[in-house]
């Protein structure tokens, strides 16, 4: 096994490991396509704003490894390329409450297999 596929592997067992840093973390594509799959969910309250002053924002983000993800679920595009535009994330924040969430942005590092998703706040109210 090569070091690449070795840090691959340690990628989707630390990130995964519910006894140490992974949660639960269900994704919903834009088809309807649902996984639960274990990664690490980030929340705080820290943000920058446009002339460079912190201010109180939340911000939330995922990062998983993309080897749990198991087909049919859609994570690539036509392209082959990552693209998770629309998809709906629901996780446990520190309190235990279930949060709702759309990815914003999404970093994929196609060398280790690793996925960092940037989340915005969604209100599930106006869903289906």
Known sequence: MSLIDTINSDIAKITSNNKEFGVSIELIAPT?????????????????????NMVNSK????????????????????????????????????TGIIKNYIVQQWFPDETIGLLVCILEYYDTTYCY
């Not at 649902?34 to 446009?50: A, P, S």
């Open 32 to 52: 309807l396509e649902t996984i639960t799959i274990n990664g690490i969910h980030t929340k705080h309250h820290l943000g920058i704003d446009t002339d460079g």
């Open 59 to 94: 911000k939330a983000s995922i990062a998983f490894s993309e080897s749990l993800l198991i087909d049919p679920y859609p994570v690539r595009n036509a392209n082959k390329e990552v693209d998770l535009l629309n998809h709906l994330i629901n996780v446990k924040d520190s």
